[in-house]
């Protein structure tokens, strides 16, 4: 007992303060938390949420060339130990959320982290006192919790900080999950020209000591819980430049007295509970560029002095109960750049030059709207019959069916009502637009079947429909929309065609095979039943065929198989997450799949949430598989595969190592190799240094074709920089090594 009892304490020193051990390198190492750290090839340390506790070994500050210490969100106590100054290499240093306590050792201070910027360190939510090293801001290590602050004569106590009275004029103290009220003593600091208590906690109403801070330019309380009115003691400060009090629940009027503060630029008072209406008073703040005042409960009408703020750029009013018209007068200002007033009751006539803007204006609340002949009225909008080109309303939350005078618009290139409420049947007179390039009515709530005067629309390039609740056949007119590619601008992620997530149901039509130029088909998430059509090998500019979800039947057409089908990547996260070359899964297809299908640019298994999914998954594909597919193959029907010919799996003649793909990747790749022969194998993957980063394979595997996938981690599950790595196969007496690049 006595033995064991002794072997139980060596084993918690050793946790503690760290012991010289031989690293998986080979070189010397130093043990912290249970592992082997080289000493000297040690750059970086990810142990973030790891579950350690106890105090931080001493040893840590062994590793001479470490330059990451990520420790934070662990159960850490005691306080940080004045070795880790002798991390001179370190650029950044991250103990947060932790229960530290204690003095931060000055020594820090000769470390090479740039204690001015937030990104390189971090030592919040621990309980850090002062005075802290010269070197560390407060802002960066509040908030602690400190029960005596010890502050002398000529200084304010605030969140365990002793600030000068005199040479205070800056304090930053945003998102430190203070709460409570704001200290009123902060009214002390009479020569802040900056104050920033931003996204923290703070109730109650704002300290009218604020009214002291007669140099104050920049005031920012945004994102906390702050109530009552805005306080008259903030007309005092007359420098003011920049006045932050969004997303709070700050109510009462805008008051007069504003109108005085003829310095100030930014005014952001949105998402409150100001009422009232806007007084003339803010046309005498000349200096504002930048007006928010959305989400309130402000009425009144539109106001006529806003044409005096010659250097607004930005006008927020969205969200209020405004009224009336918007006055031409406003036409004069020539800076303005963005402006929103959604979601009042502002109503036609608008000024001209609102026309570039009418996207943040619509819909209004504005009934019997009087439009000229020459113009028609939809969702609160006159527009030019012939003139308008475009009409893009993308969730603008417009309800109700889509009226039939839309048709009257015989030059529109763009109609683009995606993201809204509308219900009922697409109109027929649709089909009256055939100038139309894109026609996007997907994420609606519409019904029936389509139109068939769809198929006038002989220009179209784009067309979306897909998350609707529409029905039937297809038409046997959209057989005409053979200009179906693929938009650009600022459609180029969307795809030419795309007809998902509806109730469409029949047979895919022969005549699916015109459109030559469609680089992406979707016809997923419906009812269509039957085979797929010979046809679709027709489609030469196909890059993204979507069948799954489906009732489909029968083999995979051999013409497919001459597409060029892959992986695309919209800009997204990886494209094989989102936009795989091919989708046939959740379907009912049969037969043998060929090895061609190996030829399409694909990675069939790909990570969606941390999980692989299948491509090909829930179908009644018999063996053999190809083997770029036989570990993507999900679950299969093969009940009835013994009526299928069957042909046995050629084993490979020789080892093989093949390329990584995808390479370049992010976030995993796929490693395959061929095994003629049952064999012990070891697959390790290296950094440029020849450090062993992970091990994948070390396993007696039967002979065949083989993969394992890598998601860029190392042997200990943490994350590995972007970079050049080498991955090499042992196996008997073949060795052999590729390189693949991992980007970030």
Not at 297 to 315: A, C, D, K, M, T
Not at 387 to 405: H, Q
Not at 474 to 482: F, G, K, W
Not at 732 to 738: E, I, L, N, Y
Request: charged letters at 15%; glycine letters at 8%; hydrophobic letters at 35%.
């Amino acid at each position: 007992m006595f033995k064991k009892i002794v072997t139980l304490i060596i084993m918690v020193i050793r946790l503690l303060n760290g012991q010289n051990c031989t690293a998986d390198d080979g070189t010397s190492g130093i043990e912290l938390w249970g592992t082997c750290y080289s000493i000297q090839n040690t750059e970086n340390l990810y142990l973030d949420n790891s579950g350690l506790s106890g105090e931080i070994p001493p040893a840590v500050g062994s590793l001479i060339n470490l330059e990451r210490l990520y420790i934070n969100d662990n159960d850490l106590t005691g306080t940080l130990p004045s070795e880790i100054s002798n991390l001179n290499s370190l650029i950044i240093l991250d103990v947060s959320n932790n229960q530290l306590t204690g003095l931060i050792p000055d020594d820090v201070c000769n470390m090479n982290i740039n204690w001015n910027a937030s990104s390189d360190f971090n030592l919040t939510n621990n309980q850090f006192c002062p005075p802290y090293p010269a070197c560390i801001t407060n802002q960066l290590v509040l908030p602690q919790d400190c029960a005596d602050e010890n502050c002398s004569d000529g200084f304010t106590g605030l969140w365990g900080w002793c600030y000068d009275q005199e040479t205070t004029t800056y304090l930053s103290v945003g998102w430190a999950q203070l709460s409570g009220t704001i200290p009123t003593e902060i009214g002390e600091l009479t020569n802040l020209e900056t104050l920033n208590l931003t996204s923290n906690n703070f109730t109650g109403e704002i300290p009218a000591s604020f009214g002291n801070l007669i140099n104050l330019e920049q005031l920012s309380l945004s994102q906390n819980q702050i109530s009552g009115i805005i306080p008259t003691d903030l007309q005092n400060l007359t420098n003011l430049k920049y006045l932050n009090l969004n997303h709070n629940s700050i109510s009462g009027n805008i008051p007069d007295w504003i109108g005085g503060l003829n310095t100030l630029e930014f005014l952001g008072l949105s998402h409150n509970n100001i009422s009232g209406s806007l007084p003339h008073e803010l046309g005498q703040i000349t200096s504002l560029v930048s007006v928010q005042l959305d989400n309130n409960q402000l009425n009144g009408e539109f106001p006529q002095w806003i044409s005096n703020l010659n250097n607004l750029i930005v006008l927020e009013l969205n969200n209020n109960n405004l009224s009336g018209n918007i006055p031409d007068n406003y036409c004069d200002l020539q800076n303005i750049s963005q402006i929103d007033v959604r979601y009042n009751n502002l109503c036609p006539p608008y000024p001209d030059c609102l026309a570039d803007f009418e996207n943040q204006i619509v819909p209004q609340y504005c009934e019997n709207i009087v439009c000229p002949e020459s113009e028609v009225g939809l969702w609160g909008w006159c527009y030019n019959i012939e003139a308008t080109t475009i009409m893009r309303l993308y969730n603008k939350d417009i309800v109700g069916e889509i009226p039939a005078e839309i048709g009257e618009l015989e030059n529109l290139e763009r109609l683009d009502l995606r993201y809204n409420q509308l219900s009922g049947e697409i109109p027929p007179e649709i089909g009256n637009l055939t100038n139309l390039l894109y026609l996007q009515l997907n994420h609606n709530q519409l019904t029936g079947e389509i139109p068939p005067e769809i198929g006038n629309l002989i220009n179209l390039q784009i067309l979306m429909l897909n998350e609707n609740s529409l029905s039937g056949q297809l038409p046997e007119s959209m057989a005409n929309l053979v200009s179906l590619s693929m938009g650009g601008g600022w459609m180029i992620y969307d795809p030419g065609l795309s007809l998902s997530n509806n109730n469409f149901s029949g047979e895919i039509p022969s005549w699916i095979g015109n459109f030559e130029n469609l680089r992406e088909l979707d016809l997923s998430g419906n009812q269509f039943s039957g085979i797929i059509p010979e046809e679709i090998g027709n489609l030469s500019s196909l890059l993204t065929l979507k069948l799954n979800d489906n009732l489909l039947t029968g083999d995979i057409p051999n013409a497919i198989y001459q597409l060029n089908l892959l992986d695309r990547n919209t800009g997204f996260p990886p494209a094989s997450t989102l936009n795989p070359g091919l989708n046939i899964s959740n379907n009912q297809l049969s037969g043998i799949i060929p090895d061609e299908i190996c030829n399409f640019s694909i990675n069939w298994s790909p990570f969606v949430d941390d999980s692989i999914v299948s491509y090909l998954n829930n179908n009644n594909f018999c063996p053999p598989y190809p083997s770029c597919i036989e570990n993507s193959m999900g679950n299969q029907d093969t009940i009835n595969c013994g009526q299928v010919s069957m042909i046995n799996e050629t084993l490979p003649i020789t080892y093989n190592l093949y390329n990584a793909y995808p390479n370049p990747f992010n976030p995993f790749t796929v490693l395959r190799y061929d095994l003629p022969k049952d064999e012990l194998v070891t697959i390790k993957v290296y950094d440029m240094l020849g450090n062993a980063v992970k091990n994948l394979v070390n396993a007696n595997q039967s002979s065949g074709h083989k993969s394992v996938q890598w998601n860029a981690t190392n042997n200990q599950g943490q994350p590995v920089s972007a970079g050049v790595y080498l991955y090499t196969i042992e196996a008997g007496d073949f060795r052999h090594t590729k390189k693949m690049i991992l980007l970030k």
